[in-house]
């Protein structure tokens, strides 16, 4: 044990550095996480295509969002499988804010996170009241997303089947309307910025450990002490409000949102689950890593195969999360953490 | 809403029940034995739809010849899935078991999407818009034979879960399954064909729909939901209570559709389904849950 001590001191200081950046593995999802935003962020510098910085933005986005439904399923294991509930709910919230209200975007999908976090309270209370755990709460979100779906059609304020476009006006930075690519993308990125970061207080905070406790054993947990129905109802506010956030700029991104678009289940495995089930649930790189895979080849399928024939985007989304669970239940990260510790073993017996 | 009106409706609400009670039984089926929700349930009465129209168009054979062919077919492939993927996430997080049948249904959407497109198709038979009247009320023939053909199949599934001596071996494995393993039941096996028998019948309610049913791939989400409503109101796990539910389903659905029009008569069940799963999550059927 001293020798051990003795022996770290006397290392050369890159060593600190090196223990800084990659000393566990906590440290090194973050690492690495910060690398492919920093390499994403390079990116307009390298690529002039519009096409593939598209692809970076939406990467980036799915990332957010992915790590909103992480904190949910994947740190607290709540069977929020229609997750897009709240995306939908703020990307709604947002152009109405600016279409009907005139109010900018930059307010409005904070605002927007805030009616998902609150539509998020709501689920979690009924649910809790009722006691809806496991299948049954899997369901319940699926019937609200069914329901919801067919309101959102009927409801002419809000367009009704047709949805609602963004009235586009001059590209204005007041409005969070561009003529390029770039802006779009540091906006994702700083959105992926606040993600990793309240992801990773979470994960580092008690509340973070409850929610680890009750997605283990939710009866132990309780058995100890843990709240089980605070800590489940702050894991879906957190979640709901990043995903009602990442919503918004979806919208703006795309420029429109339609009832049959976002409450849609396919859409919902392709947006919401694909990204953290193959990056590795409950991890803290995991939904980077799965959005970085899942984006870009899936456009890559989608611009070089689905012309002729379509379901093949489908099929490819199917065998991702089919081989995911079969196969590297932990996803990527998991993969990834299993090599490092491997790596890291030898290091430190040689000390 | 007159009499005859009323009594119509009613006929028709227990015509789309049937089907309904088909679907649900298969669902029920699975989650009773193997306690697993079935996400891609809908997948299944999808894929049984398009097993008639492929026998139609390219053998010229009559939709309901092919029920044989999809009870092998998808039923076969139902097991095959069974034994290959769930088997293996049987002890997993149920969110495990979640993304894995939401792959699977994504992956069969997929697949038939590619090789039959998604392109709304239907078949045409002679008899799609024959109509027989009988006391004052019409019945098409289509739906009266799939009415009848489901209550029939319902019936053999039920004695067969009775009666038979593998009947009573899938009854057991419900009832527990180590239990079931100590009297020398093939637990796995009976697994395997449960799944196989529940995705079975819930192609042959596909067939069914075939003669006068559009078929698009993502159709069988819509089916999924109905029987998850179904399943739940007639409790989990419950054969004759996803009967009774799909009967029911069906009758409230065809009234909200009179009332309300048909594309937000799904409101109605979502409705039910949320009011079931809040304050009787055990369903009409089950005890009250501590």
């Known amino acids: 044990m001293s020798a051990e001590a003795t022996n770290n001191i006397t290392k050369r200081p890159s060593r600190s550095l090196w223990h800084t950046l990659f000393g566990d593995w906590d440290r090194t999802q973050i690492t690495v996480s910060v690398i492919l935003v920093v390499l994403m962020a390079i990116a307009p510098f390298f690529i002039d295509s519009p096409y593939f910085l598209g692809i970076i933005i939406l990467a980036a986005l799915y990332a957010f969002i992915g790590i909103s439904w992480n904190i949910v399923a994947g740190f607290t294991g709540q069977?929020?499988?229609?997750?897009?509930?709240?995306?939908?709910?703020?990307?709604?919230?947002?152009?109405?804010?600016?279409?009907?209200?005139?109010?900018?975007?930059?307010?409005?999908?904070?605002?927007?996170?805030?009616?998902?976090?609150?539509?998020?309270?709501v689920i979690a209370l009924i649910t809790l009241r009722y006691g809806l755990k496991l299948d049954y709460f899997a369901l319940f979100t699926i019937a609200l997303l069914v329901a919801l779906r067919t309101l959102f059609l009927k409801w002419d304020f809000v367009g009704g089947a047709v949805g609602m476009y963004l009235r586009l006006a001059n590209p204005s930075t007041a409005k969070m309307i561009f003529d390029t690519?770039?802006?779009?993308?540091?906006?994702?990125?700083?959105?992926?910025?606040?993600?990793?970061?309240?992801?990773?207080?979470?994960y580092n905070s008690k509340m973070g450990k409850y929610f680890m406790a009750i997605r283990e054993d939710e009866a132990a947990a309780s058995a100890l002490g843990v709240n089980t129905s605070r800590y489940k109802t702050l894991s879906v506010i957190i979640g709901a409000g990043l995903a009602g956030i990442g919503g918004g700029f979806y919208v703006m991104y795309v420029t429109f949102i339609d009832p049959t678009g976002l409450f849609n289940l396919g859409v919902n495995v392709e947006i919401v689950m694909a990204g953290p089930i193959i990056g590795g649930l409950g991890s803290l790189a995991g939904p980077i890593l799965g959005a970085l895979v899942n984006k870009p080849i899936a456009e890559?399928?989608?611009?070089?195969?689905?012309?002729?024939?379509?379901?093949?985007?489908?099929?490819?989304?199917?065998?991702?999360?089919v081989t995911s669970i079969m196969f590297m239940p932990r996803g990527l990260a998991g993969v990834f953490q299993t090599l490092y510790m491997k790596i890291k073993r030898p290091s430190r017996d040689d000390v | 809403m007159s009499p005859e009106i009323f009594y119509q409706t009613i006929i028709n609400g227990l015509f789309t029940g049937g089907i309904y009670a088909l679907v649900s039984i298969g669902l029920t089926l699975i989650y009773g034995v193997l306690i697993i929700v079935n996400f891609a349930h809908g997948e299944f009465l999808m894929l049984g739809i398009y097993v008639a129209f492929w026998a139609f168009t390219i053998f010229g054979t009559d939709p309901y010849l092919a029920i044989p062919i999809a009870v092998l077919l998808i039923g076969g492939m139902?097991?095959?899935?069974?034994?290959?993927?769930?088997?293996?996430?049987?002890?997993?997080?149920?969110?495990?078991?979640?993304?894995?049948?939401?792959?699977?249904?994504?992956?069969?959407?997929?697949?038939?999407?590619?090789?039959?497109?998604?392109?709304?198709?239907?078949?045409?038979v002679p008899y799609e818009t024959e109509v027989i009247t009988l006391f004052g009320l019409r019945m098409s023939i289509p739906r009266l034979i799939?009415?009848?053909?489901?209550?029939?199949?319902?019936?053999?599934?039920?004695?067969?879960?009775?009666?038979?001596?593998?009947?009573?071996?899938?009854?057991?494995?419900?009832?527990?399954?180590?239990?079931?393993?100590?009297?020398?039941?093939?637990?796995k096996y009976i697994y395997m064909l449960t799944f196989g028998i529940g995705t079975a019948i819930t192609a042959v309610a596909g067939v069914l729909l075939a003669p006068n049913h559009r078929m698009i791939p993502t159709m069988g989400q819509a089916y999924s939901v109905i029987a998850f409503v179904v399943v739940v109101l007639g409790t989990m796990g419950n054969f004759v209570g996803a009967f009774i539910g799909g009967l029911i389903i069906g009758i409230v659905e065809t009234f909200a559709g009179f009332f309300l029009g048909g594309d937000v008569k799904i409101i109605a069940s979502?409705?039910?389904?949320?009011?079931?799963?809040?304050?009787?999550?055990?369903?009409?059927?089950?005890?009250k849950r501590s």
């Open chain 1, 79 to 121: 069977l929020l499988i229609a997750h897009i509930i709240f995306l939908a709910l703020g990307g709604y919230t947002t152009i109405v804010l600016l279409n009907v209200y005139r109010i900018s975007p930059w307010v409005g999908i904070f605002i927007g996170g805030i009616v998902a976090a609150l539509a998020g309270i």
């Open chain 1, 181 to 202: 690519k770039p802006p779009y993308l540091y906006i994702a990125l700083g959105l992926l910025v606040i993600g990793i970061v309240i992801q990773y207080l979470v």
């Open chain 1, 300 to 321: 890559l399928i989608r611009g070089f195969l689905a012309g002729e024939r379509s379901g093949i985007t489908l099929i490819v989304y199917g065998l991702f999360l």
């Open chain 2, 78 to 124: 139902g097991a095959l899935i069974q034994r290959g993927l769930i088997q293996r996430v049987l002890d997993a997080h149920p969110l495990n078991q979640i993304v894995l049948l939401v792959g699977v249904s994504t992956l069969l959407i997929g697949l038939v999407q590619f090789f039959f497109s998604a392109e709304p198709r239907s078949i045409h």
């Open chain 2, 146 to 187: 799939a009415f009848f053909a489901s209550m029939l199949i319902s019936l053999s599934l039920f004695l067969f879960l009775r009666y038979t001596r593998t009947g009573k071996a899938i009854r057991a494995v419900s009832q527990s399954r180590e239990a079931a393993q100590l009297m020398g039941i093939n637990v």
């Open chain 2, 270 to 287: 979502m409705l039910i389904f949320i009011l079931i799963l809040l304050f009787r999550p055990s369903g009409l059927f089950g005890r």
